[in-house]
């Protein structure tokens, strides 16, 4: 990806953009046991929750994640300067979902940034959705006494998380097509 378009002057780079929710509330999951013998666990039922907003860049598999307390165009925007900020060099061609808050009036797009709204209703073409759904399965069955437990279970499952594991769940063959032409 060290080609450039004839409009930008930065190398170009490919990232996936959403938001996830994660919770106290447990995470169900599937149990191998003996034939007749039905699992049990403890479940918490609390309602206490924060969101993460990342992005993944599938060609490498890096990876930038921020926490915020909910969903809307002011954390967007937040997110969207610390990631510009992170990675100065480059121009990003970022894929996100069509969230109001994403396109809101207010939003103002660094200049090193290109947003790529996905088709509507499609989050199945988003490969960031499958990054939440690992991240997720890797809760399956814990409960966490507070929100800031999670929290630092989570910091540490994501700065573990190998950029290979990344970049295997996301880089689709249509993408790694993609790419070729940046």
């Given at each position: 990806m060290g080609r450039y378009a004839p409009f930008i002057d930065k190398p170009l780079k490919f990232w996936c953009q959403d938001e996830s929710r994660f919770g106290l509330k447990t995470y169900p999951g599937r149990w191998i046991t003996n034939k007749g013998v039905k699992p049990i666990s403890d479940k918490q039922w609390k309602r206490e929750a924060y969101w993460l907003y990342g992005a993944v860049e599938p060609l490498t598999g890096d990876s930038f994640y921020m926490e915020f307390s909910?969903?809307?165009?002011?954390c967007f925007q937040v997110?969207?300067?610390?990631?510009?900020?992170t990675y100065p060099k480059e121009h990003h061609i970022m894929q996100i979902d069509n969230a109001a808050f994403h396109t809101g009036k207010k939003i103002t797009i660094p200049?090193?940034?290109?947003l790529l709204p996905q088709p509507p209703h499609s989050p199945e073409t988003n490969p960031i959705e499958r990054i939440w759904a690992w991240y997720?399965?890797?809760l399956?069955?814990?409960n966490f006494d507070n929100l800031q437990e999670l929290k630092d279970y989570m910091l540490t499952l994501i700065e573990n998380t190998l950029p290979e594991r990344i970049n295997s769940l996301t880089f689709w063959p249509h993408i790694q097509e993609a790419v070729k032409c940046l």
């Open positions: 909910h969903v809307d165009g002011n997110f969207l300067e610390f990631f510009s900020k200049e090193n940034i290109s997720k399965s890797q399956k069955h814990l």
